[in-house]
Structures are given as structure tokens and as C-alpha cells.
């Protein structure tokens, strides 16, 4: 009898193991890829992210210590054998067909428009990872967007850089509850002489604190009226690991755009 209950339980086991999904072993070609990787997959499943996936501009960089590096060239990433290669810009189009050859699949991410859309992004490359549940888990602890509060912003960068409708910043600042003080179209240069007859009075600043040397010396952001529209306005730092690239947690950013502000209030 025990015998035979023992050979019964072993075989629950046997099929409870044959249930389990086999997930993909994957390669990503850059940080933004890399994001989405190390926040979806298995530690197991990951071969290798690319370079650039512990620099500071890279959200998940704690994740990715510990994990081979590679470079987006195409004969390194087929000598690792992956099932998957995940892609948003990096690496040569090219090499797809290569890839193809070697029965790598490759997923392109998507560009999400606005907040919302990024979900959609999350749960495509989820899929292919054989992690749908991680991703609908993740999607149920976001962040939802606030109320409006009426309150205008300007987002500001070194390079003179704004951003107006129609722009991932713009659809962030709606998240937050804030409308967008820059009424122009994509992405825009300051206009000096407008904010200084319209002061703002909130500005979101990123990236002021990467090398600073890469920023034009003759940037619209070095002027002396932009210093005093800084010093007289009240300034939220963006993460900027957050901002440069389109994923599911620009919401995050959102929701710490407008805990700071409850802070100051």
C-alpha cells in the first residue's frame, strides 16, 4: 500500500513538473531593454544585458550586478544562444535576420505615446518571456494617476530642451495631476521671452546632473533670465532613469512628481 501511494506521489510530482512553463533564455541589446528583462525575467533566464545596464541613466542597475555583460554585436550575442533577444534601439536592424537564422526570436519593443500605453509594452514582452502573471502583477501596483490640480509645469533640461504636447513628459504631467506650461507641439526650445512675461511658477528639471561638458555652452538653459526663472520658481528633480526610456514606470515618476509637491504644500 505505501509503495503504491509512493508511486502515486511521484507521479503528481512528475506532472506537477511537466506543468511548469520553459522560459525562454533571453539576451537584451540595451538599457531600455534592459529594464524590462531584469524587471520581467527569471535571474535563470537572463544571459547576458547590455553594457550600458549599470550606468546611473539605467532604473534597475542594483538588478543587473552580478549578470554577464555583452555588447549589441551580432556575433556575440549568437555565440551566447539565446531564445530571445530583446531589443528597443539597440544593436544593428540588420542582424535580425541573423538572429532569425540562428532560431533566435527577437522582440522589438514597442514606443508607448503616453502613460497608459506602456502597459500594452509590458505585457507584449512578457509574453514572450513566458511571464505574463509578473507583468499583470506589476501593471495592478502602479501607481494610478491623480486628480487634475490646475497647476502648470515647465519641464526643463541642460540643452534648452522643453517638452509640449503629444510628448511622454506631457502625458507624465497629466499623471501627476499638472497641466504643461509649454503650449508648443513635441518636443521645443525654451522660449525665453514668453517665460519671462509668463514666469512658471513649477519646473521639473532633469538630467542637470550628468556630465555636465555634453550641454552647449550656448544653451537657452545658461541664460541668466533661465537662472533667475529657476531661482524664482519652485523645482522638482526628476529620476532621470525614470524619463529616458517609455516603460511602465514613468507612472512611478508621476506619483513622485506629486508627493514632492504635497510635501512642499
Given amino acids: 500500500m505505501r509503495q503504491a501511494l509512493a508511486a502515486f506521489a511521484l507521479m503528481?510530482?512528475?506532472g506537477f513538473a511537466a506543468a511548469e512553463p520553459v522560459r525562454p533564455t533571453v539576451v537584451s541589446?540595451?538599457?531600455?531593454?534592459?529594464?524590462?528583462?531584469l524587471a520581467l525575467a527569471d535571474r535563470e533566464q537572463i544571459l547576458a544585458v547590455s553594457k550600458d545596464?549599470?550606468?546611473?541613466f539605467s532604473l534597475l542597475r542594483d538588478k543587473a550586478v552580478g549578470i554577464p555583460k555583452v555588447r549589441a554585436a551580432a556575433e556575440d550575442v549568437v555565440a551566447l544562444a539565446p531564445d530571445v533577444v530583446v531589443?528597443?534601439?539597440g544593436g544593428d536592424a540588420r542582424a535580425l535576420a541573423l538572429y532569425e537564422r540562428f532560431g533566435i526570436r527577437t522582440v522589438q519593443i514597442g514606443y508607448a505615446e503616453d502613460v497608459e500605453g506602456t502597459g500594452q509594452l509590458l505585457r507584449d514582452v512578457a509574453a514572450e518571456l513566458g511571464q505574463g502573471v509578473r507583468a499583470e502583477a506589476m501593471l495592478a501596483a502602479r501607481p494610478a494617476a491623480r486628480a487634475a490640480t490646475?497647476?502648470?509645469?515647465?519641464?526643463?533640461?541642460?540643452?534648452g530642451v522643453s517638452a509640449g504636447r503629444d510628448t511622454m513628459i506631457d502625458s507624465i504631467m497629466a499623471w501627476a495631476g499638472l497641466s504643461n506650461a509649454n503650449t508648443g507641439a513635441g518636443w521645443t526650445g525654451l522660449p525665453l521671452d514668453?517665460?519671462?512675461?509668463?514666469?512658471?511658477?513649477?519646473?521639473?528639471?532633469a538630467f542637470f546632473g550628468f556630465d555636465?561638458?555634453?550641454?552647449?555652452?550656448?544653451?537657452?538653459?545658461?541664460?541668466p533670465v533661465?537662472?533667475?526663472?529657476?531661482?524664482?520658481?519652485?523645482?522638482?528633480?526628476?529620476?532621470?532613469?525614470?524619463?529616458?526610456c517609455s516603460g511602465w514606470f514613468v507612472a512611478d515618476e508621476a506619483a513622485a512628481i506629486a508627493a514632492a509637491l504635497e510635501v512642499e504644500r
Fill in 12 to 14: 503528481g510530482l512528475a
Fill in 53 to 56: 545596464a549599470e550606468r546611473m
Fill in 212 to 223: 555636465d561638458d555634453a550641454t552647449d555652452r550656448w544653451s537657452v538653459s545658461r541664460h
Fill in 194 to 205: 514668453r517665460l519671462v512675461m509668463e514666469p512658471p511658477g513649477l519646473i521639473l528639471a
Fill in 226 to 244: 533661465m537662472h533667475q526663472l529657476l531661482e524664482g520658481a519652485r523645482v522638482v528633480d526628476l529620476d532621470e532613469a525614470r524619463v529616458s
Fill in 87 to 89: 531589443r528597443s534601439w
Fill in 150 to 159: 490646475g497647476e502648470r509645469a515647465l519641464y526643463v533640461t541642460p540643452g
Fill in 29 to 37: 541589446l540595451d538599457y531600455c531593454a534592459d529594464q524590462y528583462v
